[in-house]
């Protein structure tokens, strides 16, 4: 996975400060950020964005489906619709990238195989996969699922890795804080800049050394924020 250079992501953040209305080019930009408070998501997100579809094992499948997603065309990739069961077996697919709900729905009305992995869409704001979400698309299909978490404009900011220890940031758009309370804030490096938005993620931000050999900080044990103030109140009422 790629790394931007210290001296690059610095530039980058203080760009994306002045974009935003923060001027003070003496002061460390990274010190100016942690300094900023947490702010609502973006109430008109940029359009989405085409990308390149980055497959997590070293070795992509002959044949990719794709459900929801906005990656941009390639040989070895083809879009299809939730309902196109007939379709998707038809063309016989070794690997499946969609959103949550569609893989869900998918395992539960399956009736075609795959032979390499499948690649779940998740949403800032949204429903992250959860163990039993992972526990039937494996039941399902057979094969390892990964998770790829998406901002509010549809562009992948962290990705599961072969090791399934979390989600690797992409660290080149974007920068994640956690506030006390364990939600996950985002700064997004882009034209538009985005300044430690709440996502409505909690979870921890893991900087060790990853198994998969990465050192780019990742997302672990994620879960919607307002789960955890469903349980917490469900706990302070027993």
């Not at 203080?14 to 942690?34: M, Q």
């Not at 007939?86 to 998918?106: R, S």
């Not at 509010?152 to 920068?175: F, P, Y």
Request: hydrophobic share 40%; charged share 25%.
């Amino acid at each position: 996975m790629p790394s931007t250079r210290p001296s690059d992501r610095s530039a980058r953040l203080r760009l994306a400060l002045e974009r935003a209305g923060i001027r003070n080019p003496s002061g460390d930009p990274a010190c100016i950020l942690n300094d900023l408070p947490a702010s609502d998501p973006p109430s008109h997100p940029e359009a989405s964005i085409c990308e390149p579809l980055v497959f997590p094992l070293p070795v992509a499948p002959s044949r990719i489906a794709i459900i929801g997603g906005r990656f941009s065309e390639a040989k070895n990739v083809r879009d299809f619709d939730v309902a196109d069961i007939e379709g998707l077996a038809e063309w016989k697919p070794e690997a499946l990238v969609a959103p949550l709900q569609d893989a869900l729905t998918l395992g539960w009305q399956t009736s075609f195989y795959l032979s390499s992995a499948i690649v779940v869409l998740t949403t800032l704001g949204g429903t992250p996969l959860d163990d039993a979400g992972r526990d039937t698309l494996w039941k399902a299909f057979g094969v390892p699922v990964f998770e790829q978490l998406r901002s509010w404009r549809g562009a992948v900011i962290a990705r599961e890795c072969e090791a399934h220890a979390g989600l690797h940031i992409v660290d080149d758009s974007a920068i994640l804080h956690r506030d006390p309370e364990g939600e996950i804030l985002l700064t997004l490096l882009t034209k538009r800049p985005v300044l430690k938005s709440r996502t409505g993620l909690a979870g921890e931000i893991v900087e060790c050394e990853c198994e998969c050999g990465s050192g780019i900080p990742r997302l672990r044990n994620l879960a919607a924020v307002t789960e955890l103030a469903i349980e917490a109140e469900a706990t302070a009422g027993d």
